[in-house]
């Protein structure tokens, strides 16, 4: 396998002068940290990572992982959870708006659907389409450090672990507290948010809420959104309970989100979810996790937005503006409603011969809606809209997987392997096996490969949309692919960090493509296509070499290249074929004198792919450069902050015809007092 990854990607990843320079410098950092006295591996080794289905520590970790801890959250110029995942090693976080009204995650050239993202352990992701995906009702307050699992996933997390997870850990707080804060800014930005948690020996309980509204950056790019969350746990003896719930509401201006044809577009979006997870210690060697959750989304799509100063419905389906009536077509605006159950069992036994874990999984999803899935006996009025929206069409799909895996250490040799059997109702049995291999080489280096295999269903938009200039097909098929990877993680007195070289073999791999002389986007399976790259991601403690007095803190950075086998031929690719060659961040923390913090990210991106204007000129994605900065004084039990994203006020878009904000300051003040 080492040998099929170094073959297919050196020779061409080394002809790269940029990346040259890269590996030049991580060569220098590995050197740098082997030659140094003393080590932070031992911290490390304490951190628990969801790399394997019974879970391990970072020292035993086989595979790519990025850890985002608790200081890198405090610290970063961010407000929301997709702004702080973009300084993450290939991460592509193509947004359509700031502070998370809609935000398509990529991992390593992936499409917005194939990376699963979770909540302590619960899978987040809706069937309808991954556009949905992170619609969570978390904030940064409530979140304690995020996992990032790189490579596909489907015999640790399932069929939608196609490129990688993010797994989001919250707070678990031991003590009584209460905080909230105030921000407000450009744009008419205003943001109010609170929490408190009571704690008692056994047992705490947290609630959060947020409230967060803006007028917009340009014409139809306004936002009012809130959120809540709750987390109660409970802890007795071998025996330890969780139990979350939350629900997330956003009504935004959705200017040339899916069409620059129609520009004036609306989104009304409700997520609530609830979940309860259970862990049973047996005796000193075996552990029992149950997890159960309900998720459901209900929203309402406007092609053409209804209001005030946009479209007004005069009779049954017909909308004027300004004295313009909308074509017949248009009957009226797209409704759906989202459900999904799931229930899964594991248990793991820690034995002479190392430990396994079996387990089983089950899901279902099911839709809703006056466009997506085959036609309903009896039509359903929708729940808090008008007499005249209903659905008349719907979709039910249930999935079973069993698990099994087995970890072993041999002195310096940590090596987990396993398979996951999948039965779907509508796409049959298929198996998923991997295979993870690290060796601790010394204090300082720790090599690692894996392979695995990985899949992903069509959601239902890709199913049975249709509407405007775009066809989704009821013939797709799966997409799979195989992951192989190779790497090393560095550690040092200092620094820490990984290199890796990775390629993924992807086959019916699913796209929105518009063949050549069709203004039509057509939901397509691809037949094939290879995604190989490289990764650099480092992390330096300046305080250790530069002195405990000096005011800079922590640098981070990462650097990934990346290029596809196959080529946009004969069609232009909305999703799979966009992706970011060339991806590099830079993080800063500093701090000049007491109580006074400075964090600066910057990140490059050279994204590969075109999108075509409403006059029908094809333009390249240009290549962006971004600086975001905040400042921020603590005052005992206060802080005073003030940011500013896109610093230089730059002009881009991540997604063809969506302009993105130009610089947008804001500041504010929060506060939090404990027991």
């Given at each position: ?12 990843i ?64 961010v ?5 702080l995942?973009s300084?993450?090693?290939n991460?592509?976080m ?11 995650i ?12 979770l ?154 979810f ?5 862990h ?52 009226g ?16 036994y ?29 039509r ?36 987990s ?7 779907n ?13 690290s060796?601790?080489l ?37 997409e799979?692919?195989?992951n ?59 305080k ?9 803190t ?13 080529a ?21 923390a ?12 910057s ?6 792919g ?47 015809n ?18």
């Open positions: 396998m080492c040998n099929k990854i170094a073959v297919v990607l050196l020779p061409q080394l002809k790269i002068e940029i990346v040259k320079k890269a590996f030049a410098l991580l060569f220098v950092l590995c050197c740098f940290s082997a030659y140094t006295f003393g080590q932070n591996l031992k911290e490390l080794r304490e951190v628990e990572v969801s790399s394997s289905r019974s879970g391990s520590t970072f020292e035993k970790n086989a595979r790519a992982v990025t850890l985002i801890t608790g200081e890198d959250i405090e610290n970063a110029p407000m929301t959870v997709d702004e995942l300084y993450s090693v991460l592509d193509r947004s359509r708006g700031y502070f998370n009204q809609q935000t398509d990529s991992m390593r050239g992936s499409s917005f659907d194939q990376v699963l993202i909540i302590n352990g619960i899978k987040m992701n809706d069937p309808q389409t991954g556009h949905h995906n992170f619609d969570l009702p978390v904030t940064i307050e409530d979140i304690d450090h995020i996992e990032i699992l790189y490579g596909g996933a489907s015999r640790v997390y399932g069929v939608n672990a196609f490129a990688g997870a993010i797994n989001i850990i919250t707070k678990n707080e031991e003590s009584n507290s209460l905080s909230g804060g105030v921000s407000m800014g450009q744009n008419g930005l205003h943001e109010y948010r609170g929490s408190g948690t009571l704690a008692y020996k056994n047992h705490s309980h947290r609630l959060s809420v947020i409230n967060r509204d803006s007028d917009g950056y340009i014409e139809n790019t306004d936002f009012s959104n809130t959120n809540l969350f709750w987390q109660s746990e409970v802890h007795k003896g071998n025996f330890d309970m969780i139990f979350n719930a939350g629900y997330t509401t956003k009504e935004f201006g959705s200017q040339n989100f899916y069409s620059a044809a129609f520009p004036d577009q609306f989104s009304s979006v409700n997520v609530g609830g979940s309860l997870q259970a049973y210690q047996t005796g000193s060697k075996g552990l029992i996790t149950a997890r159960t959750y309900l998720r459901r989304n209900q929203s309402r799509f406007e092609l053409f937005r209804e209001g005030e100063d946009y479209y007004r419905r005069t009779g049954e389906n017909r909308f004027v503006r300004n004295g313009d009536t909308l074509a017949p077509w248009y009957t605006h797209n409704y759906h409603d989202n459900r999904v159950f799931g229930s899964e069992l594991n248990y793991t820690d034995w002479k011969a190392g430990k396994t874990n079996v387990g089983v999984e089950y899901r279902d999803e099911r839709i809703y809606s006056n466009n997506l899935g085959t036609q309903m006996n009896e359903r009025s929708v729940k808090g809209e008008p007499d005249y929206a209903f659905y008349d069409k719907q979709d039910r799909r249930e999935n079973v997987s069993a698990f099994i895996e087995h970890s072993v250490q041999l002195k310096k040799w940590f090596i392997g396993g398979a996951m059997m999948n039965i109702s509508d796409f049959g049995n298929n198996i998923f096996p991997g295979l993870d291999v060796y601790m010394n204090n300082y280096f720790k090599p690692y490969v894996s392979a695995n295999r990985s899949m992903r269903f069509p959601t239902f938009t890709d199913l049975y949309y249709s509407l405007g200039n775009a066809q989704g097909s009821e013939n797709l098929m799966p799979n692919s195989m192989y990877e190779a790497g090393t993680y560095f550690y040092g007195k200092g620094i820490s960090g990984r290199v890796s070289l990775f390629r993924r073999e992807g086959q019916n791999m699913i796209d929105w493509v518009r063949f050549s002389g069709s203004d039509t986007a057509f939901a397509s399976n691809i037949t094939q296509i290879n995604f190989n790259g490289a990764e650099v991601d480092a992390r330096i403690n300046l250790t070499y530069l002195g405990e007095k000096f005011p800079l922590q640098l981070r950075m990462s650097y990934s290249y990346m290029y596809a086998d196959s946009s031929e004969g069609f232009e690719s909305n999703y799979v074929l966009d992706f970011l060659q060339h991806n590099a961040n830079l993080s800063l500093a701090s000049p004198f007491k109580g006074f913090f400075v964090a600066v990210s990140s490059f991106q050279k994204r590969l075109s999108y075509v204007t409403p006059g029908g000129k094809e333009i390249e994605f240009p290549d962006v450069w971004l600086l975001n900065l905040r400042l921020q004084q603590k005052i005992k039990f206060a802080n005073v902050f003030v940011e500013a994203s896109n610093l230089f006020d730059k002009k881009f878009v991540d997604v063809g969506v302009q993105m904000p130009g610089r947008w300051i804001r500041g504010g003040v929060s506060f939090k007092l404990t027991k």
